[in-house]
C-alpha cells in the first residue's frame, strides 16, 4: 500500500511539473493545442498505471503479476524522464510557426507493448529494478535511448545559449510536438518508422533551420558536412522512401534518390527496405545511436572542448 501512495504522489507532482510549465509560458492562450499535446504522457501514463494496477488485483498467475508490476517501474521511470524534457524546453511560445510538414497522428502505445514485451518473458526476477528490467523489453530499451538522444539535442541548445549565442535547434511548435511524440513511440513496422523519422526531421533538420542549418560552418556552426552523416541519413529516409516516391521525377532524379537512400541504408546496416520487426528496430537503434553521437560531439565543439 505504501509503495502504491507514492506511486501516486510520483504521478500527481509529474502532472504538477507540466501543468506548471503550460501555465508559466502561458500556452493555455497562446497554442492550447501544445498544451494539451504536452499532457499526452502523463495522462497515458496515469490511465496505464490504473489500469495495470486492477489487473495484478485481479491475476491469480504470479508470472503475469511480476511482469504487471514491472511495467509499472519501467512506466514510473519513462514519464518522469519524458516529462522533464517537456519542462526543460526554453521558449516563449509567441506564435504557432509554419511548416511544411504535416505531424502524425499523436499516441503514446510505449507503456502498453512495453508490458506485453514482459509478459512474453514469463520468469522475470521478482522486485527487480528498473536497470534490470528495462533489458528484458526491447521497446524499452529503445525508448531510453530515445530520451538521451532528445536529452543531447536539449543540451546542445543549452550550452549554446551559455556561449552567447542562439539556440541551435529553435523550439517551435512542431520541435516541441516531435518531444511530446517521440519517447512513446514504438518502431516494428513502416508505419512506425515513418512517424519517427518524420518527429526527428521536424526537431532536427527544420528545427536547426533547414535549408540553412546552424550546426554547419558555413553557417556558423562547428560541424563540417562530412561529419553530418547522422542527419543526412536523416534526411534521406524521410525525403527518399518514407514521407516521398523515390519514383518521383526525371531517370536522372530518380538513379539518385534511389543512390542517396541507398547510402543511407548501408549506413544503417542494411542492404534494402526493413521488413521484420527486428529490421525496423535495428533502423530505430542506429539512428538514434548515430544523432546521439552526433550531438554530443556538437555539444562538445560549441564547449570549445
Request: glycine share 4%.
Amino acid at each position: 500500500m505504501a509503495k502504491r501512495e507514492s506511486s501516486h504522489q510520483r504521478d500527481h507532482q509529474t502532472r504538477l511539473r507540466i501543468e506548471r510549465g503550460i501555465v508559466e509560458r502561458n500556452l493555455i492562450k497562446t497554442n492550447p493545442a501544445l498544451a494539451a499535446d504536452m499532457l499526452l504522457p502523463t495522462v497515458s501514463y496515469m490511465d496505464f498505471s490504473q489500469r495495470t494496477v486492477n489487473r495484478i488485483a485481479g491475476s491469480e498467475d504470479s508470472d503475469e503479476r511480476t511482469a504487471l508490476g514491472g511495467s509499472l517501474v519501467i512506466a514510473e521511470e519513462h514519464v518522469t524522464d519524458a516529462t522533464r524534457l517537456l519542462v526543460e524546453v526554453d521558449s516563449e511560445e509567441q506564435e504557432v510557426t509554419e511548416s511544411l510538414i504535416v505531424a502524425p497522428t499523436k499516441s503514446y502505445p510505449i507503456y502498453e507493448v512495453v508490458q506485453l514485451d514482459l509478459i512474453d518473458v514469463r520468469d522475470l526476477p521478482a522486485e527487480a529494478t528498473y536497470p534490470v528490467l528495462v533489458r528484458f523489453s526491447s521497446a524499452a530499451t529503445l525508448a531510453e535511448l530515445t530520451r538521451q538522444t532528445l536529452s543531447a539535442i536539449l543540451r546542445c541548445n543549452k550550452t549554446s545559449k551559455l556561449r552567447g549565442s542562439q539556440e541551435i535547434f529553435t523550439p517551435t511548435t512542431q520541435a516541441q510536438e516531435a518531444l511530446v511524440a517521440l519517447p512513446g513511440l514504438v518502431v516494428r513496422d513502416e508505419s512506425a518508422l515513418r512517424d519517427f523519422v518524420t518527429y526527428l526531421y521536424m526537431l532536427i533538420y527544420e528545427g536547426a533551420g533547414d535549408q540553412k542549418l546552424r550546426f554547419i560552418k558555413d553557417h556558423g556552426g562547428p560541424m563540417e558536412l562530412d561529419e553530418c552523416d547522422a542527419i543526412w541519413n536523416l534526411k534521406a529516409l524521410r525525403n527518399k522512401w518514407l514521407s516521398h516516391d523515390p519514383e518521383h521525377g526525371g531517370a536522372k532524379a530518380i538513379d539518385k534518390s534511389y543512390r542517396s537512400l541507398a547510402e543511407a541504408l548501408k549506413n544503417l546496416g542494411l542492404n534494402t527496405f526493413p521488413s521484420t520487426r527486428r529490421e525496423f528496430e535495428e533502423v530505430q537503434r542506429k539512428v538514434l545511436n548515430m544523432l546521439l553521437e552526433f550531438h554530443t560531439e556538437l555539444e562538445r565543439r560549441i564547449t570549445g572542448t
